[in-house]
């Protein structure tokens, strides 16, 4: 899929029951309604319950076709509301951010040793604010649905 203009991305975290858990339900999105999908994270539960941080990518209408036939396999979705940002001023390059962040978005260039912030690949799971010891890291909610 070209990504145009028309085209959104959007992160959702979605919850599994357990008899979900094995079906190709990530499959299907791309198959039946022409959205790609990255996958942030996900867990299978000890009970085998599912969750999962998506970025989905395709036109609005797909995107609402996608997610109506997540909730009718009885999924349970919410858009992720928020994203990171980094003051670049703030940040003091100390690296602890770097050792939580499990998505890699942040990490230590080996030559200048310098924090440097991946913004597309932060699935905003805001670990790295909570350590930050100067604040450089910050939470931004997002407007819309």
């Known amino acids: 899929m070209a990504i145009t203009s028309k085209t959104q991305r959007k992160v959702v975290y979605l919850k599994f029951p357990p008899e979900r858990s094995g079906r190709p339900i990530m499959c299907n999105l791309t198959r039946l309604f022409d959205l790609t999908f990255n996958i942030l994270s996900a867990h299978i539960l000890p009970r085998g319950e599912g969750r999962m941080t998506l970025e989905l990518t395709g036109t609005s209408d797909n995107y609402k076709k996608g997610i109506e036939y997540l909730k009718d396999q009885g999924i349970k979705t919410e858009n992720v509301a928020q994203k990171i940002s980094r003051d670049e001023e703030t940040c003091i ?9 499990a998505s890699q978005a942040l990490s230590v260039n080996p030559e200048s040793r310098k ?14 604010t909570r350590v930050c010891p100067v604040n450089a890291m ?3 909610l997002e407007n819309g649905d």
């Open 93 to 101: 390059d100390c690296g602890l951010c770097t050792s939580l962040c």
């Open 138 to 140: 910050n939470v931004e």
């Open 115 to 128: 924090v440097e912030f991946d913004s597309e690949k932060c699935t905003a799971c805001g670990m790295c």
